[in-house]
């Protein structure tokens, strides 16, 4: 690894599984100390004695929760935070019931936007620093059956655009990315669930709908967030990075 990370310090969310744990480990590959937020005890922890890290539980979507787990940081507040933690949801909005909608936005947006907002005031008195979303390709296209999802996604986009002509005169730079389907444990439960017995056929569906002709693997996530995050990048910022298998292509 080049490692362009070399003594910075980043929070990631959601660090325990899926796509954070690969930026975790990515990150710590690149030189980065970890900080890892993340509701699941066990997973995190798991993730951050394997790296050397720090694990916080915490539940993005509560301010309290924020505010204690940042002010739990032993080391010096982050250079960089990676907004990661998310859930998903399927249905249109005639299926989506108020209690659905108001779960994903809560985790999806809310989420963001405390710890964005918990993590400014030390970047803004150091005069630099780097937040990471992660949005989706649904942020900015019609994708069937994923309303509630779909919404929370684009308002991660606005979000990071706002935040980056907020304080881009400041130092801190924002930017997200806009993966397509990504092969993470999460699919692999979800086919379990919905298609008991048919995994085998749904996957290979599922992987045809890029064009590509697979789905993305975690690990090259990580890759475009390491070096979004790294001085490599210092002129990119208010940008959306589409890493989708050419899906966008389709629409």
Same mark, same amino acid.
């Given at each position: 690894?080049? /490692?362009?990370?070399?003594?910075?310090? $980043?929070?990631?969310?959601?660090?325990?599984?899926?796509?954070?744990?690969?930026?975790?480990?990515?990150? $710590?590959?690149?030189?980065?100390?970890? !900080?890892?937020?993340?509701?699941?005890?066990?997973?995190? /922890?798991?993730?951050?004695?394997?790296?050397?890290?720090?694990?916080? /539980?915490?539940?993005?979507?509560?301010?309290?929760?924020?505010?204690?787990?940042?002010? /739990?940081?032993?080391?010096?507040? =982050?250079?960089?935070?990676?907004?990661?933690?998310?859930?998903?949801?399927?249905?249109?909005?005639? !299926?989506?019931?108020?209690?659905?909608?108001?779960?994903?936005?809560?985790?999806?947006?809310?989420?963001?936007?405390?710890?964005?907002? $918990?993590?400014?005031?030390?970047?803004?008195?150091?005069?630099?620093?780097?937040?990471?979303?992660?949005?989706?390709?649904?942020?900015?296209?019609?994708?069937?059956?994923?309303?509630? &999802?779909? !919404?929370?996604?684009?308002?991660? &986009?606005?979000?990071?655009?706002?935040?980056?002509?907020? &304080?881009?005169?400041?130092?801190?730079?924002?930017? *997200?990315? *806009?993966?397509?389907?990504?092969?993470?444990?999460?699919?692999?439960?979800?086919?379990?669930?919905?298609? =008991?017995?048919?995994?085998?056929?749904?996957?290979? @569906?599922?992987?045809?709908?890029?064009?590509?002709?697979?789905?993305?693997? =975690?690990?090259?996530?990580?890759?475009?967030?390491?070096?979004?995050?790294?001085?490599?990048?210092? #002129?990119?910022?208010?940008?959306?990075?589409?890493?989708?298998?050419? #899906? !966008?292509?389709? @629409?």
């Amino acid at each position: 690894m080049s /490692q362009r990370l070399q003594d910075k310090k $980043a929070i990631i969310t959601g660090g325990g599984s899926g796509i954070g744990e690969a930026i975790c480990r990515r990150f $710590a590959a690149e030189g980065a100390s970890i !900080t890892i937020l993340d509701c699941d005890a066990d997973a995190g /922890q798991g993730v951050a004695d394997t790296l050397g890290g720090q694990f916080i /539980q915490c539940d993005v979507a509560d301010e309290q929760s924020v505010m204690t787990a940042f002010s /739990q940081l032993k080391n010096s507040p =982050p250079d960089i935070l990676v907004n990661n933690a998310g859930i998903a949801h399927v249905g249109e909005i005639a !299926t989506t019931c108020p209690e659905d909608f108001d779960r994903v936005m809560r985790v999806n947006v809310r989420g963001p936007y405390l710890c964005s907002r $918990a993590a400014l005031p030390a970047m803004l008195e150091r005069g630099n620093g780097c937040i990471l979303n992660l949005a989706s390709v649904a942020a900015k296209l019609g994708i069937a059956d994923r309303f509630a &999802y779909s !919404t929370s996604k684009g308002a991660v &986009y606005s979000m990071t655009l706002s935040i980056a002509r907020d &304080y881009v005169e400041r130092g801190i730079r924002a930017n *997200c990315l *806009c993966p397509a389907r990504v092969h993470t444990p999460f699919v692999d439960n979800y086919l379990k669930e919905n298609y =008991p017995g048919e995994e085998a056929g749904m996957f290979a @569906k599922l992987e045809a709908s890029q064009p590509i002709g697979r789905m993305a693997k =975690p690990d090259e996530i990580a890759a475009l967030a390491a070096y979004i995050c790294s001085e490599e990048a210092a #002129f990119v910022t208010g940008a959306a990075f589409d890493i989708d298998g050419g #899906f !966008t292509l389709l @629409k």
